[in-house]
């Protein structure tokens, strides 16, 4: 019946809030990738010759990669070169620490986002990083932080400044050559945030950083490193839109955590970068690399993301559970329609002795979107009773969308256990009935369903963002219903 | 209240409904009996306006408004209750907080106050007992896990707390115990009173016992083959459908 199938259908489509372009100067590299490009980037930044070393390393590694086509997504060939590598708003002053020399434009894009960075306006007790296409433009609380010893800032600055604590972590755990993208990123990174907690803080406020592509042609590679040392705690998230253009545009960004002995990391994101038209036209290719290392004893990681946007999602945040005791969680949202496509879950990759790990994934398909839940969970030999725990859930709205779940299981030890669940449902018109017959409206009927479906991870986001989760939600499924 | 004039209904291409007439006045509680494929289910989802039954011609008035051009959101909204012969579930979905948004969309609607967590609770706590709804099952997803028993009184704990206008119970009896059947009858009896009207669509007589109808119609093929008071119901436990039937083909 067509009518029954198109009811369904207006309640996925809807507008992209966030697609608007901000009309500011730029200093922006030509499009190409080559050794002379790498170096000028790192000109710019003013980089130490180690920094560039590393890059140019890195290069040399990917040009003999090839781009991973293991993943259950298709697209066409990505041109490198046709790229930009480098977009940075012009500022008044090329070192604009305070938020008065910053260009108004830039403000109030971020504003208009719903993030504002005057400080006595942000959410009360979340710091902010803001990354504008390749650039930090604004970090927040800078000052309340480092009086807990807590360092908060770029990973431009914290090169210049905290070059000891760089060249320790930068790419101990995502290794310059680890794969396709990662090592593109290696070689080509402008920007990202850069965290250390030392021993026994518990940061005081809630991270995040901020990221906006706005330049077109451009791509975004930021790299992010946090580092809680021994028995230290901190939540951080991070945001992220970009305008609506009919272009694909490529976001490959490289996340590393460690977690020192007794040390916790709780890292959340909410990623709404650009997801292209219904016909699947323009969105934002989201290549990206998360990897937390558990290398102390009894130390945390955990994983919560909540995925609406880009075109394709090709996303693993892992854990590297090292140290005896330690945990890892990954707990996933992601939501595809329209043409959009995702392939992402997790690794858990057991080493020590009495690890544990969860994973709880929900995947959302409706329109013609495809969802694809990936995971590895590996026991090692020395991992004496390891405990992983699975549940991948599949959610389908309509006939026309799809859902895939591909497990891997490696147990090298007996006395490790391995669960895994798995469920697919599908919101079907006898439950819109029963909603609509008790007053509620469809878009509320699916929002509810919906929502109850992702419960159990809405319920890991600190508190603030969970709020804006189910909103997102609700914006990404419900549509002009008439 | 209700005034169903010369409906006809298509589902899938076949005529399930013919030339149809009925009239309810509040106060009433009117009986649709009728073998199966007769169309009682089809009569009610078409009041209810489940989509996938095409109205051909007719009219239906439900307090001088035209009812077929209201959503099946404002038809609830504006008083129109089904109970439903299978409840769906919903994964998820807290029970209570689906019938406190069920309450609200309807009182926001109406443009009255919406209830706050305090007032709902004494509300729902109130009509539970009144179900004999235990308190495990408020607190479950919706219908998850119910008993065919649970899932009926589930509805009628619904239409307790919504006080709708026009109620209607899609075969509530079925699959229903002798207990379970007096609990539900004895919450629909709660809610009789002059200004609320009730159509109660059942295959047995026996619900009847607990509910005595103002009137009892008889649906053969599609349309009203006989109407009279109980007594109609009585007659019909003794003979069965068979002579209307064969008096219809006539």
Redesign the interface.
Known sequence: MGSKHQSVETLIKSDYKYGFVTDIDSDTLPPGLSESIIQQISAKKNEPAWMLEWRLKAYQRWLSMEDPEWAHIQHPEIDFQAISYYSAPRQKSATAKSLDEIDPELLATYTKLGIPLEEQMVLAGVAVDAVFDSVSVATTFRKELAAAGVIFCSISDAIQDYPELIQKYLGSVVPYSDNFFACLNAAVFTDGTFVYIPKGVRCPMELSTYFRINEANTGQFERTLIVADEGSYVSYLEGCTAPMRDENQLHAAVVELVALKDARIKYSTIQNWYPGNEEGKGGIYNFVTKRGACRGDRSHISWTQVETGSAITWKYPSCILHGDDSVGEFYSVAVTRGKQQADTGTKMLHLGRNTKSTIVSKGISAGHGQNTYRGLVRMAQRAENARNHSQCDSLLIGDQCGAHTFPYIEVRNPTARVEHEATTSKISEDQLFYCKQRGISEEDAVSMIVNGFCKEVFKELPMEFAVEAQKLLGVTLEGAVG | MLSIKNLNVMVENKLILKDFNLSVAAGEVHAIMGPNGSGKSTLAHVL?????YEVISGEINYCGENLLAL???Q???KGV??A?QY??E?????NMM?IR??LN??SR?RGEEEYDAVRFMKLIREKAAAVELDNKLLKR?VNSGFSGGEKKRNEIL?MAI?QPQLCILDETDSGLDIDALRVVAKGVNDLRNKDRAMIVVTHYQRLLNYIEPDYVHVMIDGRIAASGDKNLALELEEKGYNWLIEETAA
């Not at chain 2, 919903?90 to 807290?94: E, K, R, T």
């Open positions: 209810a306006g489940k989509e996938g959503s099946t959101e038809r609830a909204q209750f089904l439903m409840p769906v919903l994964p998820g979905v807290n689906f948004e069920s969309a309807i609607a997803n619904q919504l």
